[in-house]
Nanobody
Framework: QVQLVESGGGLVQAGGSLRLSCAAS????????MGWFRQAPGKEREFVAA????????YYADSVNGRFTISRDNAKNTVYLQMNSLKPEDTAVYYC?????????????????WGQGTQVTVSS
């Protein structure tokens, strides 16, 4: 059974940092791009960041570019999202996902496996 399990969420003050982790089990995703998405209450799920499988090519949403960093450890089958300079508008449930292919993608339909999500709350 394939599972993606996120961890590292929590409550933080504006300007603070959090590091999310996503551990995969059941199969290896070393040949798949991985991504992070988020969904705030009453809003649609949106793309945050993605990373390719081979050269670690990354892509970010404009809203987080320069503040968030996505990385991966293929040996551990784990992807990370380092979030710095957090803002109240970053409050959401954060999901990791595995893409169909090797290149980082923005569209939700490009991702086939999803975790259950971890809550990130940024207080002002």
């Amino acid at each position: 059974q394939v599972q993606l399990v996120e961890s590292g969420g929590g409550l933080v003050q504006a300007g603070g940092s959090l590091r999310l982790s996503c551990a995969a089990s059941g199969r290896t995703f070393s040949s798949n791009a991985m991504g992070w998405f988020r969904q705030a209450p009453g809003k649609e799920r949106e793309f945050v960041a993605a990373i390719s499988w081979r050269y670690g090519r990354t892509y970010y949403a404009d809203s987080v570019n320069g503040r968030f960093t996505i990385s991966r450890d293929n040996a551990k089958n784990t992807v990370y999202l380092q979030m710095n300079s957090l803002k109240p508008e970053d409050t959401a449930v954060y999901y990791c996902a595995a893409a169909r292919g090797a290149q980082p993608m923005v569209a939700i339909y490009e991702y086939t496996y999803w975790g259950q999500g971890t809550q990130v709350t940024v207080s002002s």
